[in-house]
């Protein structure tokens, strides 16, 4: 493992503190969203489509109403109709206006109706059944050849839509590219080699479904107690769609039981605020699981063609990447997901002076893609590292090696990070911190790469193979985000520290607390966390594009350094001593001169009711003006039954680069976690849908996804870089895990049986299949 | 909400009182085993529920080589039981391993798996292979049959007014095996076979073969079993039958999988399953 130089001692960053929500957690105390129980509360539900494309002729809602114990039944004929977009994303909101609370038209099965608030659940739902909805059934498209084919039906025919790149072709968003040029550069190169490889739909399958309490507060101000991973652009966006001033509401995130990108939308909402405001009564929505498989959000599907050009001595020359993403009915991060698949992909491999990036996202009649963990740059990594495996071979390279002449390091750049942003140009960045070299090393000692790959191993119907590949995300979008932290000190010198930030589960209040220890020389337990309630706690974007620990994380440092400033300028009176001679540990600060100390709860209490009384605290922010990339090299074996096309993962290692760690067991789990998902989409997980558009499997019965039995040895390694950007040396590790399976298994399956697999998943099926084609 | 009618909830003490309650139900009333396959039923016709696991059928008993075993006896407690492990080398309690996850097999019972006799599942196949019988209760008496003459008549509605009581698995002098294709560990099968070898002399003195998940419900290839008697086990004879098995062998498609795949995997899934009963006699 890499040694860092020099770095500072640290004594709470890099530890494996205890989570500063696990104990109650372990405990089952209540802290999820639904865990409150308020008198009066209503229970809202979803009318959905039955079809794929309609339009919606009339609503008779009086048997319904009739019903006793319904309260409220909204629809497209009784609320304002207001474009907005569902994508909780930053501002200027890069997704089109092309949704609305209820629309007069419907796009997809599962799209919404009516919705009913009543006093019980039974009666919410009897009351969807007596709801009569005349429906004008519409032609539908269910992939995006038939979307983009002339003559096909518009999604998108309202004129109030805005944002959206072509409607009438139903183009939701649209990139291309070119840097240097890149005819000339495949025709310079020596080895030309090209994959396609195409992802299905698939879910996050949170363990916690989307769900969300809305009600007044004694002033009448509508609180949303929701389970997302954006809680002030919920605030934001149910504004907006609603029509009330954002002083109006207020959002509280608590525990979440999981989100990986699906709760960075506002789905329930914007429904339950607007039951809630027409009732005024609480009201409570969960979505079933299989709302949750088809009305919440999903992968965008996509088919991504990678074309590559390089010398003979393996140096790429050009690189051309193609994607077709399927956004479903609507729109949502479209634009920047189809954006992240070349602009988190591309400059890994920074040597090819001759780069084209273009794709389309396509409004299909299917359900509404989001985000999701790796963004983009799992389907995009999908295709390019399956096609660096084609050129290594091509070339008799190792793909070790192939890696190791391309791969960015630190100290240079790629076109690619000032081209593409975040649905707008991006910034020009140097890559300050690259372990990438040592990760393909240290996986390939543990993996045993050299000895597996020089030799096949078959044992009857089992053939085993090696493969891998790399990937890198990025830390947070660049000139967009925003996180902000506020410390104050208690007089008995412990702390609240107050944060935006948002955690899912991934453990970012501790990561934080841990920042704000290291800083003011306290232990974790001395700062009280609270966050992301958008009344108490200062702004930040939210949980998304592996940016917590980087942006909100410098934002948490750049408060406390402020804190401690406080701190010392108060001791310093108090021991009669310059501020620069004194120094915070230990919960004490001490002279260097003479020695002397005073302990963090004098000094508080001197603050607060002594002398020159005043509350120390301090707010912070952050923007990133760069997001540097984590790296990941992964490995992983396979065997396959060449009588059946079953695949087995038998081991998998993973070296990741996400410079200095500030809790490693955090980081390693955030990588496990993302690798199993990962083998997941590689092997399992589709959802399936009917000619007429209708999931088929939307329950965790019919759509499998890794339990504890099927997750192999998963060994993962943190190489130490340290990011001078980043707050201790920290980059981000929560998105980059998921990039690696896909390519990684796809090559190995190619080591084992020399078929490759480009269609996920890679099910008994297609591989028998491929196996008898191309076996 | 499933099960959304259910007024009552009844404790029965003994099979009388479930078949009395059942009857006086008239058909909006249901027993309740582990429950796992009812709290999955769109009934929402069901005004009674009765349960039925403290009616002491819930034990393993041993006799004369095999197994009587009560009809609520979840699949955990077979699966923990002396008697069931020893039974065929551990060939049955080989097939539950494989069935969903832990905690499900903690609910779900023998009984149960009958009664529902699921297409896709792994033990109607195994118990078709072993030639387990049933017996059963209801106004007229008790009642016995073997599981494939069971499955092969209206079964369902012989439930509606009857309570299953026991499964009995018989003795056999020799070997049997599983094997199961599924997406996940904790996935339903794919396709499955149960197969089941006495070997004599070198020979195969009797075989059982059935396949299930076709997509049906697992049935004996009985032309196989002819086939294989006399015959002497080895790679030649698993050839053989992995040719004859794909030629014969009726599969389809469904949402899980093609025929094509099922075709193509059914002759070697079949092999391999024969081939380890032969193993297991220490004779391949
Ligand atoms: C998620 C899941 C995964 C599964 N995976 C597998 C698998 O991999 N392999 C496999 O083989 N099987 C599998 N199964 C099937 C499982 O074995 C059966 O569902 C289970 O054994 C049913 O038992 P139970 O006691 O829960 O039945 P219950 O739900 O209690 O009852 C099922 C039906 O049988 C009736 N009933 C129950 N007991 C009696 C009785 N004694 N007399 C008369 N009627 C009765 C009930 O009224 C009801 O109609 C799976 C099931 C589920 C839900």
């Known amino acids: 493992m890499e040694v860092v130089a020099e770095r500072k001692r640290t004594s709470v960053v890099g530890k494996n503190v205890r989570k500063v929500d696990g104990v109650v957690l372990v405990c089952g105390r209540p802290k999820f969203t639904l865990d409150v129980d308020l008198p009066g509360t209503l229970v809202g539900k979803i009318l959905h489509s039955p079809h794929a494309h309609a339009e919606i002729v009339s609503i008779d809602t009086s048997k319904a109403e009739a019903l006793p114990g319904v309260a409220c039944i909204l629809h497209h004929g009784n609320v304002e109709r207001i474009p907005y977009t569902t994508a909780g994303q930053g501002w200027p909101e890069p997704s089109p206006y092309d949704s609305f609370l209820f629309d007069r038209k419907v796009r997809f099965v599962g799209d919404r109706v009516a919705a009913v608030a009543a006093e019980s659940e039974e009666v919410a739902e009897e009351a969807l059944r007596l709801i009569r909805v005349e429906y004008k059934v519409l032609p539908a498209v269910f992939s995006p050849e038939e979307a983009l084919a002339d003559g096909a039906p518009v999604i998108h025919d309202e004129e109030d839509a805005t944002g959206i790149h072509d409607a009438q072709h139903n183009i939701a968003a649209a990139v291309d590219i070119p840097v240097g040029d890149i005819e000339r550069g495949f025709s310079e190169s020596d080895v030309v080699v090209e994959a396609t490889c195409e992802i299905p739909y698939s879910q996050h399958t949170p363990i916690e479904p989307h769900c969300t309490v809305a009600y007044f507060d004694e002033e009448g101000r509508l609180v949303i107690r929701t389970s997302t991973q954006v809680p002030f652009h919920v605030r934001r966006i149910v504004a907006r769609a609603l029509g009330l001033p954002m002083e109006r509401i207020r959002v509280i995130k608590p525990r979440i039981g999981g989100g990986f990108g699906t709760k960075q939308e506002i789905v329930l909402e914007d429904v339950a605020a607007a039951l809630a405001l027409r009732t005024g009564r609480p009201v409570v929505m969960v979505y079933t699981r299989e709302e949750e498989f088809v009305c919440a959000r999903t992968r965008h599907p996509m088919r991504v063609r990678v074309k590559l050009g390089a010398k003979k001595d393996g140096t790429l020359h050009a690189i051309e990447m193609e994607a077709t993403s399927n956004t479903g009915a609507y729109g949502a991060h479209a634009l920047t997901v189809l954006s992240n698949v070349g602009s988190k992909t591309l400059p890994l491999y920074n040597k090819a002076p001759h780069l084209h990036f273009h794709g389309k996202a396509v409004y299909t009649n299917l359900p509404v893609a989001g985000a999701y963990r790796g963004y983009g740059a799992t389907q995009g990594y999908f295709a390019l590292e399956v096609a660096m495996d084609e050129l290594a071979e091509r070339l008799g390279m190792d793909p070790i090696e192939l890696r190791l002449k391309n791969h960015i390091r630190a100290g240079e750049t790629s076109p690619i990070f000032e081209k593409i942003g975040e649905g707008r140009e991006g910034k020009p960045m140097v ?10 090393k240290v996986g ?10 020089s030799r096949r191993r078959r044992e009857g119907r089992w053939a085993y193979g090696v493969g891998m590949a790399c990937a890198m995300q990025g830390s947070g979008i660049t000139g967009i985000d925003m996180g902000a932290a506020t410390i104050l000190m208690n007089e008995d010198g412990s702390f609240r520290l107050l944060v935006g930030a948002t955690d ?6 501790t990561i934080l607390a841990q920042i704000a220890a290291e800083v003011l020389g306290v232990p974790v337990e001395r700062i009280v966390v609270y966050s992301s309630d958008t009344d108490l706690t200062p702004f930040d974007v939210g949980a998304y594009a592996s940016s917590t620990t980087y942006v909100s994380g410098t934002a948490v440092l750049k408060a406390a350094e402020e804190v401690r400033r406080q701190i010392l300028e108060v001791a310093a009176g108090m021991l009669e001593e310059p501020p620069e001679d004194l120094e915070l540990s230990g919960e004490q600060v001490v002279s260097k001169k003479t020695g002397k100390s005073v302990s963090l709860s004098e000094v508080g209490h001197q603050a607060t009711y002594v002398v020159d009384q005043h509350q120390i605290a301090a707010t912070a922010s952050f923007v990133p003006p760069e997001s540097p990339p984590p790296f990941t090299a992964f490995f992983c074996e396979v065997a396959v039954d060449t009588e059946t096309g079953v695949v087995r993962v038998q081991r998998f290692v993973a070296a990741a680069d996400c410079g200095v760690p500030i809790h490693p067991k955090l980081a390693e789990g955030q990588l496990e976690g993302a690798i199993v998902q990962g083998i997941g989409h590689a092997l399992t997980e589709e959802l399936l849908f009917s000619d007429k558009g209708r999931c088929l499997n939307a329950n965790l019965f019919d759509y499998k996804i890794p339990s504890s039995l099927d997750v192999p040895h998963i060994e993962v390694v943190l190489v130490k870089s340290e990011e001078p950007t980043g707050p201790f040396g920290a980059k981000s590790i929560a998105e980059v895990g998921i990039n690696g399976p896909l390519p990684a298994i796809s090559n190995a399956i190619y080591h084992a049986v020399g078929v490759r697999l480009k269609r996920a998943p890679f099910t008994p099926e297609r591989v028998l299949a491929a196996l008898h084609r191309d076996g | 909400m499933r099960l959304r009618g259910i007024k009552r909830f009844h404790y029965a003490r003994d099979v009388e009182e479930a078949l009395s309650l059942l009857s006086a139900y008239q058909g909006r009333a249901a027993l309740l085993a582990g429950g796992v396959d009812l709290a999955r039923a769109a009934r929402g016709d069901l005004e009674g529920l009765i349960d039925i696991t403290g009616m002491g059928l819930s034990y393993v008993r041993e006799e004369g080589g095999g197994l009587r075993i009560g009809a609520t006896t979840t699949l955990t407690g077979i699966l923990e039981n002396k008697a069931a492990q020893g039974y065929l080398g551990g060939f049955f309690c080989e097939v539950l391993r494989q069935v969903a996850a832990p905690p499900l097999r903690n609910m779900a019972t023998l009984g149960g798996a009958v009664v529902s006799a699921h297409p896709w599942a792994d033990i109607p196949t195994a ?51 599983f094997e199961k294709l599924s997406r996940s560990a904790c996935d339903i099968a794919l396709l499955n076979c149960a197969c089941g070898l006495g070997i004599e002399d070198g020979k195969i003195a009797w075989a059982r073969v059935a396949v299930g998940a076709t997509p049906r419900r697992g049935r004996r290839l009985t032309w196989l079993e002819d086939f294989l008697v006399g015959n002497q086990p080895g790679e030649g004879l698993w050839r053989e039958v992995r040719d004859r098995v794909e030629a014969q062998v009726e599969v389809s498609s469904d949402r899980r999988a093609s025929g094509a795949w099922r075709k193509a995997v059914v002759g070697p899934l079949v092999a391999r399953t024969l081939k380890r009963a032969a193993e297991k006699m220490g004779d391949a």
């Open chain 1, 431 to 440: 890559v300050r911190s690259c372990a990438l070299e040592e990760c393909l």
């Open chain 2, 127 to 177: 118990l078709v292979a072993l030639g387990a019988e049933v017996r059963w209760s209801d106004e007229k008496g008790e009642h016995r049959a073997s599981v494939e003459e069971l499955w092969q008549g209206q079964f369902r509605k012989i439930f509606r007014n009857a309570v299953l009581t026991e499964i009995r698995l018989p003795a056999w002098e020799g070997a049997f095996a």
């Open chain 1, 504 to 509: 899912l589960g991934t453990g970012s209040d």
């Open chain 1, 444 to 453: 390939a000692e543990r993996i045993g790469w050299y000895e597996k790959r």
